[in-house]
């Protein structure tokens, strides 16, 4: 465990239980603060009650009227200094990128790549 990762926050955004379950229990054992959220509102209630997150790792599909992408491209014009990663099986890098993200990984990752792209962007912050 590094100091980048005992003071950083996650916000994982993940509609299916078992990836987002997955997901908070690598950072968790790696260190890190995670908090968690189903989707985009679910996400925006979080972000307003916690201004210790630093970075988000989001789904880009998940129900209700905002997707991954939009809630990168919300957070990074509410909250410019929170870093996130995008996480899709159906979207590409590109359109992460132009939506604010400062990184993606594809469905399906390994813990260890989603932990790579976490510390990376921690390093980064």
Excluded: W
């Amino acid at each position: 465990m590094t100091n980048a990762q005992t003071s950083q926050t996650v916000l994982v955004v993940e509609d299916e239980v078992f990836i987002r379950m997955s997901t908070v229990a690598t950072l968790e054992d790696a260190g890190y603060s995670v908090l968690e959220a189903r989707n985009s509102a679910d996400a925006l209630q979080v972000l307003a009650g916690h201004d210790e997150i630093s970075l988000i790792v989001t789904d880009v599909q998940m129900p209700g009227g905002m997707d991954g992408l939009g809630l990168v491209a919300q957070v990074q014009r509410e909250h410019p200094v929170i870093r996130a990663l995008v996480v899709s099986a159906h979207a590409c890098a590109k359109e992460a990128f132009k939506a604010g993200a400062a990184a993606f990984l594809p469905k399906p990752f390994l813990a260890q790549s989603i932990l790579r792209a976490v510390n990376d962007m921690a390093k980064a912050a």
